[in-house]
Each structure stands twice: as structure tokens, then as C-alpha cells.
């Protein structure tokens, strides 16, 4: 009965390994190395936005330390590799032998189908945004941009050939406590899956079959080429990264999100 963890080396990835390990059944974690975690702005953008830009970014990196603290993986065998190694036949011999009961993902590049049929029972990925309205990249930062944070949250699904379109399995949603920023919100929603994971592996671990919910309804698959420092200035100058103080006072409209879950 084991677990492999494909994920990338950030520290929410990092977190969430460690919520895995608090099962002992993780086997193994396979780490891709992404993009540098504090970019640089573009050249070309004004020096407003570039200060803004500057900020966003030195902020997720502030509350993810504070929320995770330093990126510390647990003490399970592991594999350090490129995107260009991700779906290779070291990695597939890993998931062959060590994902007996399930191979779950966040945060990494698409897994190719020889690498999913692999690993013989269930195969999931942890999508930082709720399914089908938030699909996509960067969906921690959208459902604040539409003015509905309460809509920021995570949704675990079954792992397919399409973006985020496999039957969902579980969600949870980030709980709204007055002051928080846009980051934060954020690290609220990945805390609160980690609290849940173990249990829900544990589900896998034990079931042959999960009830999970297709994605029949419609929703947005937001790409990262959407998104722009020009949007920035709601966020921080409009809102004061307050859009949750916001919501709390009925400023925005109210909405609860339709989650499915297992428990």
C-alpha cells in the first residue's frame, strides 16, 4: 500500500508533501524544478505596474514562508528532476512500482498517458482553484480578480489527458478571515486541503472505487497568458488587497460556492 506524490518545489508543493507523509504510506516524491519563484517584471511596463509587480510577487513569496515555512520535503526517497524529464522511463518505473494504491499530483507539468496507465489503481491531481469555474493556471488569483473570493479554493480530481477536466473527488474552499490579503486567501485554501488529504488518501488507500462528480457544468479554463501586471491595479489600488474585508461586508455579491465532497 503506497503513495508517489509528483509535484513541483515550491513551498505549498512541499507542504502538501508533508501532509501525504502524515499517512505512512508515501513512498516516493518526484519534485519538478519550476520557474524562479520570485520573476522578473517585463521590460517594457510602466513603473507603477513594475512596483506593483514587484510587490505581488515579494508578497506570495512573504505569506508562502510564513504560511509553510522553509521548503523542507519528508524523509521518503525522492527525485529531483526538469520538466523535460518529467514523463520519462525513470519516472514511470517509479510510479510502476512504488503508486500501488495512488499517484497524485500538484503543481507539475502534464503527465503523459503512458506515465497515468502506469499506475494501477487511482490516479488524482490537487488543482489550486474550484472546478469548472476556475480551471486553468493561476486560479488563486482570479476568483479575488472577479471580485468572489470566496470562491478561491482546491479541488482534487481525477487525473486525465484534458486540463483539469477529470471527475472531481473533493473540494474545499479557504475560509474568509477578515484582513486577510489576496495571498493569503490563497495559503488558506492550500492549508485546508492539507488538513484534509490524509483522510482522503486513506479513503484511496482502502476503496477500490470513489464516488466523484463529472465536470458536466460550464465553467473557465483561465490561461496563464491572460494574465497581465495591468490587473494588478484592482487588486492593490482599488481594494487595497482588502477584497475579503470587502466581501465580509457585503460590499460584493454574495455566492457560496456548490462544492462536492467526500466527507
Not at 520570485?38 to 515579494?58: G, N, V
Not at 476568483?143 to 468572489?148: A, F
Not at 471527475?167 to 490579503?181: F, S
Not at 492539507?194 to 482522503?200: A, I, K, N, S, T
Request: glycine fraction near 6%.
Amino acid at each position: 500500500m503506497s503513495i508517489v506524490f509528483v509535484c513541483g518545489n515550491h513551498p505549498r508543493h512541499a507542504y502538501i508533501a508533508r501532509c501525504l507523509a502524515k499517512t505512512g504510506k508515501l513512498a516516493y516524491v518526484i519534485i519538478e524544478q519550476r520557474e524562479q519563484f520570485l520573476p522578473k517584471a517585463p521590460a517594457h511596463i510602466e513603473e507603477s505596474l513594475r512596483t506593483l509587480f514587484d510587490h505581488h510577487f515579494s508578497e506570495r513569496e512573504r505569506v508562502e514562508n510564513d504560511s509553510f515555512g522553509a521548503v523542507q520535503w519528508p524523509d521518503v526517497p525522492s527525485l529531483s528532476i526538469g520538466v523535460t524529464e518529467l514523463n520519462s522511463q525513470p519516472v514511470i518505473d517509479i510510479i510502476k512500482q512504488h503508486a500501488t494504491d495512488l499517484l497524485i499530483s500538484y503543481g507539475c507539468h502534464k503527465l503523459s498517458q503512458e506515465l497515468l496507465d502506469s499506475a494501477p489503481k487511482h490516479k488524482w491531481n490537487c488543482h489550486g482553484g474550484l472546478s469548472p469555474w476556475y480551471k486553468g493556471a493561476i486560479t488563486h488569483f482570479w476568483p479575488s480578480y472577479m471580485l468572489e473570493p470566496q470562491m478561491t479554493g482546491m479541488t482534487v480530481h481525477q487525473l486525465s489527458n484534458q486540463l483539469d477536466a477529470g471527475a472531481i473527488i473533493h473540494q474545499c474552499t479557504a475560509p474568509l478571515v477578515r484582513g486577510d490579503t489576496l495571498h493569503m486567501l490563497a495559503a488558506r485554501a492550500v492549508i485546508a486541503l492539507g488538513e484534509e488529504l490524509p483522510q482522503l488518501a486513506e479513503l484511496a488507500i482502502s476503496s477500490d472505487a470513489i464516488p466523484s462528480q463529472p465536470q458536466t457544468s460550464n465553467g473557465m479554463l483561465w490561461r496563464a497568458s491572460q494574465w497581465q501586471p495591468h490587473h494588478l491595479p484592482l487588486i492593490y489600488q482599488h481594494y487595497q488587497d482588502a477584497i475579503v474585508d470587502a466581501y465580509l461586508d457585503g460590499k460584493l455579491t454574495q455566492k457560496a460556492p456548490q462544492l462536492f465532497r467526500q466527507f
